[in-house]
């Protein structure tokens, strides 16, 4: 005799369908979160590398005469750690002030450090503290612009904080 048991233990495919559908957002949710920290860990690797290359420039300063690394693009303007390591990077390796070149994490497009030494005088600044250098990290991934950590650089005619999300400079008087 065939007959159905109105009183068995089982799921209903509604159940299933419903059980299903809280696990995908769970996992969408958790996904989320994943790439969020993903992100403020490689702008938590960008700033340590920033500070580590300002350190460096700060030692080859007191070393060189109180001169900065020239920049030496082969594009005629910024350098960026895209450029072969850049040349700015180059030189702290070569001259013992960084173990290595200090890449942005992706390093590539606008994720990458640039650099530039500008004359005395430059933009307004003051010409008898010499020439200076601006040093920054464009699309910092986890904040906007600019960071809220970046100390910032600007001239009277000119301020670089627009153009980074991160940046700091220095004169060399």
């Not at 290359?53 to 082969?74: F, H, K, V």
Request: charged share 20%.
């Amino acid at each position: 005799m065939n007959y159905i048991d109105n009183n068995s233990k089982g799921f209903t495919l509604i159940e299933l369908l419903v059980v299903i559908a809280i696990i995908g957002t769970l996992a969408s949710v958790v996904l989320a979160s994943l790439n969020t920290a993903r992100d403020k860990a490689r702008d938590a690797t960008r700033l340590a590398g920033i500070h580590q290359i300002q350190r460096a420039l700060q030692l080859y300063w007191l070393e060189n005469d109180g001169n900065y690394p020239q920049e030496n693009s082969s594009n005629g303007s910024w350098e960026d750690s895209t450029e072969d390591g850049g040349d700015f990077l180059d030189e702290l390796v070569d001259g013992g002030y960084l173990p290595s070149a200090i890449l942005d994490p992706i390093n590539a497009s606008n994720f990458k450090y640039s650099y530039y030494v500008y004359g005395a005088g430059s933009y307004a600044c003051p010409s008898n503290r010499g020439q200076f250098y601006v040093l920054g990290a464009r699309d910092m991934e986890s904040s906007g612009r600019p960071h809220p950590l970046s100390p910032g650089w600007s001239c009277p005619s000119r301020n670089w904080q627009n153009e980074f999300d991160w940046v700091t400079g220095n004169f060399e008087n």
